[in-house]
């Protein structure tokens, strides 16, 4: 045995001595990228140190390392690496350019520097192969194959390069005399790497089709059997990595299969002579499946440009030049989202030639991402003048030429189809909202065009919503000017000081527009449905506080008012009320009797449809400790316990959740004997012991999270439908017979709950704690979650904030659902430090603080904290994910998704002004490396208001910089903060629609002084607040212990945070146990 370990500790020590950068070249050289980058990472730390400018020093990199790390990063598919890289250079390289640019998919870009490359290299084969490699992209198909011809005579001994790169120009152009003749040459000559990796698959799906026209059937199917053979080894080889590597040639499968799909139809006939009509249902029933497919694929421009291609080959055959026309629109709309508008542009110039319907749209939209707003006005206006009056509508044509030179269309006699209208709605109203945007038109002329968009298409939800969000715009407009000159927030007991109509006449339309968008669908619900509630409940509170001076139009307006939320109780299906049931339940004590009396029935309603989910969130208002408030809880789930669908089971259960919440409120506040470290439920809570099984739901985050129906609504619910996943969620069956009392000063108990399922779900139970606060934050950051799936870039790159469960069940205590496998990061590093003999649990503490206190008004805080603290502590945080994730992939992985999920809640935090990010409130996900936050009693810039006022935006310290490799938060960090806040200020008013609610959410404190009485006030530190989030969602610095700044743009935004969170000046400043140094 003692001889076998000497052998293994041989062995280890040989593959010691292998030098780090050896490993990592002849990883690279075997395409093993992620180990590659993980023992190159580790050479340069240990040769330069990391760029990390919260720490003691930083580290400057030698060029030939970054350039190999950029190829390693190239292998990778990591573009924003890449630009991080970039940027620790001195001066960026052309070749530095390129690879960024080219991984980013910016062709213009990568043409110009290939251009300026091949003035110093005129015979460079590899520039030119990427010259023509960007026409593919550009999508200039004929000027590529120009090039390969000019190429083939210039640089002949490549000729077999050039006729590769050729077929793939050919075959999408449909020349299949041209594909014939390149794919004859292409075993003549030398061939280049980017050439060979790019075009291979292209020949074999050339040969494929070229088979398809010589009716060669045996040969389809082995050419179709080789390429699908050829794919598979890389796909097993990128599959190990991960999804999104291997999702290349996912893509090259499908298009196979969709090769194969319409081989079968063409029944052995060339598809030169066999056409297609859509009469043909089988045709028609392939272009049915291969839409439904193309929807399940990523929405990214290289992944459907090549399926869209093939399509295109497929419509051209049968001479279907609308459906041609429609596959040129669908790739236009992908090139004009990635920002790629030369290609978009011509695109579009395709399918107006193909004669796709709709073009005018997707010209008007490139027009104006490309600033040229008057043209894309104008481009609409031009259409809808082409289109004939009585479909446009006499008051909306009068509407359109009132600031116009352009003369309508004579009537047509011809009848129009709906779809038509449809189309004229969409174009209509694009039109009406750029011109309300931009300032086109006047008032009546954007109402009227929005009224005809309403009548083209009554059950279009989108055409209400805009209608709402106008109308909207002009109530706050009017408010503000008339508050402005009164100076008060009450109507006028009669008349106005102008001639303007009051403020609050706006409101009936603008409650009524967003009710009757919201009866047509759900697209818009997590805007509209709190809006219309905050604009409802401050006008009921108004109208209350006039009493007997209200005017006689203020109290048509109010009767108006009640009639349209009555409307809503009656027409709305429940499940939307369940998503602002937290909203509802904070305005049970109005002070307007009429708005009680809605709340209670809505509230009661949603009871009775969902009592699992909607009994967690009323847990805490039933037992309030203002008594209005616990009897009108009170009495609602009377109400709606005696109006249950299923009596009885439903009245077993009010009765079980009544005796489990009390139980349960015992838990948080049992003390435990003064030092154990548990509780034994069996002995101390028989009582819950016997009450199990249960009937009621684990509170987890997946079973109360609303799940909105795929088609839009109708007046009732389908009865098919239900708000949560399908999958049965888990009731408790039992809880363990011991409970862990965590060490901190609130002594929180860890409960574990078993389900139904036989899966065991651990929570805390913590006393002393509001968390009503975190329930809302919680339920902020599931819509932001939302948001940044629909957007294209926070997609592709899976950005996503975790959340969990928070269940208030009183105002002092409640149940937090445990977030398995992480750990603080104040834990993860003492571990580090202690294992580094950095850290002594009993001596290093008592040591920074009698620094601290030494050094007190006799230096200054950011050298006492640079000279004399961050030297006992090198940032380490690196190491946590070489230990937990040994395996390179894993650990590529994990390092990113920490990278990603640190940033988004940066941005996030910073936004909403969330303090207190202590390292034991941010913890730590060891099976993936995400990043999760806890404890949200800090927010909206109260950290501002502490003792010592934390100076900043986020936790970006020495070792959370550590965490994100050696380029630090260059790169992949920078990027991703970009986009979070790109999307934050984009849907501003959204978010803003959801934070508003807290203003007036008297369940929410705001300071201690500040209880809860039933009576609901104005509150000034909640105004106070919100202006800040309004600020920074402008592009506004505020509170960060800098003069606010003018309204940046996203990226100076994201780096004057950086800056501001990462200032030693503004870290020294922090309190001593936040632990600036960790």
């Known amino acids: 045995m003692n001889q076998l370990l000497v052998q293994c500790g041989n062995v280890s020590e040989l593959f010691s001595a292998i030098p780090k950068v050896t490993l990592a070249k002849a990883s690279f050289r075997c395409h093993a990228h992620a180990r590659a980058l993980m023992y190159f990472e580790s050479h340069v730390r240990e040769k330069s140190g990391s760029f990390n400018p919260a720490a003691e020093s930083s580290g400057i990199f030698a060029d030939e390392d970054i350039s190999f790390l ?221 839409d439904n497919r193309l929807r399940f694929t990523h929405p990214s421009l290289w992944a459907r440009e090549p399926l869209l291609a093939l399509r295109r080959l497929v419509f051209n055959a049968s001479n279907m030049d609308v459906q041609v026309g429609n596959c040129w629109l669908q790739y236009a709309k992908l090139c004009r989202t990635a920002g790629h508008y030369e290609t978009a542009h011509r695109a579009i110039l395709e399918a107006d030639v193909s004669g796709a319907p709709s073009v005018h749209m997707e010209k008007a939209k490139l027009l104006w991402c490309t600033r040229k707003s008057d043209c894309a006005i104008a481009e609409l206006q031009q259409s809808l003048m082409n289109m004939p009056v009585e479909i446009l509508g006499t008051a909306a044509v009068s509407s359109l030429t009132s600031l116009s030179l352009v003369l309508p269309n004579p009537p047509s006699l011809a009848t129009q189809a709906s779809k038509e209208n449809q189309d004229v709605a969409k174009t209509m109203l694009l039109y009406t909202r750029w011109t309300h945007y931009t300032g086109q038109k006047q008032k009546e002329d954007i109402i009227s065009l929005y009224s005809r968009v309403r009548d083209l298409q009554p059950r279009w939800e989108k055409g209400f919503f805009y209608t709402a969000k106008y109308c909207d715009d002009l109530l706050v407009d009017a408010r503000k000017r008339q508050e402005d000159q009164r100076g008060v927030i009450s109507p006028p007991a009669g008349g106005t000081l102008t001639e303007e109509k009051p403020w609050w006449s706006y409101l009936p339309d603008v409650l009524l527009f967003y009710a009757k968008g919201l009866h047509r669908g759900h697209k818009n619900l997590f805007q509209a449905l709190p809006r219309l509630l905050t ?324 230096m200054p805080e950011d050298e006492m904290l640079k000279s004399k603290i961050l030297p006992m502590f090198p940032p380490v945080f690196h190491k946590w994910f070489l230990t937990t994730f040994s395996e390179p992939a894993a650990w590529f992985r994990s390092r990113m998704a920490y990278a990603h999920t640190t940033a988004v809640w940066s941005m996030v935090g910073h936004i909403v002004g969330l303090g207190d990010r202590h390292g034991e409130n941010i913890l730590f996900d060891s099976t993936t490396g995400d990043c999760v936050h806890v404890d949200f009693s800090c927010l909206f810039d109260k950290g501002l208001q502490l003792e010592k006022p934390e100076l900043v935006p986020f936790r970006l310290t020495q070792n959370m910089i550590d965490g994100l490799g050696i380029t630090g938060y260059e790169g992949i960090f920078l990027k991703v903060c970009e986009i979070t806040l790109l999307v934050l200020r984009t849907h501003r008013e959204t978010l803003m629609s959801v934070l508003e609610t807290f203003i007036h959410d008297p369940l929410v404190e705001w300071t201690k002084s500040h209880k809860s009485s039933g009576v609901e006030v104005d509150n000034p530190h909640a105004q106070r607040a919100i202006s800040n989030i309004k600020a920074r969602l402008q592009g506004v610095v505020v509170g960060v212990g800098a003069a606010p700044s003018l309204p940046l743009a996203v990226e100076g935004q994201a780096r004057r945070l950086i800056a501001e969170a990462l200032s030693l000046k503004n870290l020294g400043k922090m309190y001593i146990w936040w632990m600036a140094w960790f």
């Not at 061939?191 to 990796?197: A, D, H, R």
């Not at 913590?766 to 294209?792: G, H, V, Y």
């Open 535 to 858: 604009l409802w409940f401050e006008f009921g509170s108004i109208y209350n506080r006039n009493g007997s001076s209200v005017s006689r139009p203020t109290k048509e307006v109010n009767t108006r008012v009640l009639g349209i939320l009555r409307g809503c109780v009656k027409d709305l299906p429940t499940y939307q009320w369940l998503t602002v049931l937290s909203q509802l339940i904070s305005r049970i004590c109005h002070q307007n009797e009429e708005i009680v009396r809605i709340v209670k029935y809505i509230i009661t309603s949603v009871l009775k449809e969902y009592p699992q989910q909607a009994l967690w969130m009323m847990a805490a208002v039933t037992k309030s400790t203002v008594a209005a408030r616990r009897d009108v809880a009170a009495e609602i789930i009377q109400a709606a316990r005696k109006g249950s669908r299923n009596v009885n089971d439903n009245s077993a259960l009010f009765v079980q959740f009544a005796s489990l919440i009390d139980h349960l409120i015992k838990l948080c506040f049992h003390p435990g004997q003064p030092k154990a470290r548990t509780i034994n439920i069996l002995t101390e809570f028989s009582a819950l012991k016997r009450m199990m099984p249960l009937g009621i739901i684990l509170p987890v985050q997946q079973a109360l999270i609303v799940t909105l129906p795929t088609y839009d609504t109708s007046l009732t619910d389908s009865p098919s439908f239900h708000a949560f996943s399908a999958a049965d969620h888990a009731t408790i069956s039992g809880i363990a017979d011991e409970a862990e009392i965590l060490s901190s000063l609130q002594r929180p108990k860890k409960a574990i709950f078993l389900g139904s399922d036989g899966v065991q779900r651990p929570f805390l139970c913590k006393p002393k704690d509001d968390l009503r606060k975190d329930a809302r934050m919680m339920e902020f950051t599931t819509m932001i979650n939302r948001l940044l799936s629909k957007f294209p870039e926070s997609r592709r790159r899976k950005l996503y904030i975790r959340t969990f469960a928070v269940i208030p069940l009183t105002e002092d205590c409640g149940m937090v659902e445990w977030v398995p496998n992480t750990r603080g990061l104040r834990h993860i590093l003492q571990d580090i430090y202690v294992t580094c003999g950095k850290f002594d649990r009993q001596k290093t503490n008592p040591l920074i603080k009698r620094v601290y206190d030494q050094c007190l008004g006799k």
């Open 70 to 290: 950029m190829e390693i990063y190239s292998g990778l598919e990591e573009p924003d690496g890449l630009s991080g890289l970039a940027n620790l250079r001195k001066s960026s390289t052309l070749q530095d350019q390129l690879l960024i640019n080219e991984k980013a998919g910016n062709w213009a870009e990568v043409l110009t520097l290939c251009e300026q490359a091949l003035q110093m290299e005129p015979s460079s084969v590899d520039r030119h192969s990427e010259v023509l490699n960007c026409f593919l992209n550009m999508c200039h198909l004929q000027a590529m194959v120009t090039h390969v011809d000019g190429l083939i005579c210039r640089i002949p001994q490549y000729k077999k390069a050039w006729c590769m790169q050729g077929v793939q120009a050919a075959w999408r152009l449909g020349r299949w005399d041209l594909m014939d003749s390149y794919l004859s040459d292409t075993d003549k000559g030398l061939v280049c790497g980017n050439s060979e990796s790019s075009a291979s698959f292209d020949i074999g799906l050339a040969k494929i089709i070229q088979a398809m026209m010589a009716k060669d059937q045996f040969m389809v199917s082995e050419k179709i059997a080789q390429s699908k053979q050829a794919l598979l080894v890389p796909l097993a080889a990128a599959g190990m990595d991960s999804y999104m590597r291997a999702y290349p040639y996912v893509v090259k499968l499908h298009m196979l299969c969709e090769l194969e799909d319409f081989h079968a139809l063409l029944g052995g006939e060339s598809f030169l002579e066999k056409s297609f009509s859509l009469n043909d249902l089988q045709f028609t029933k392939m272009i049915k499946d291969w």
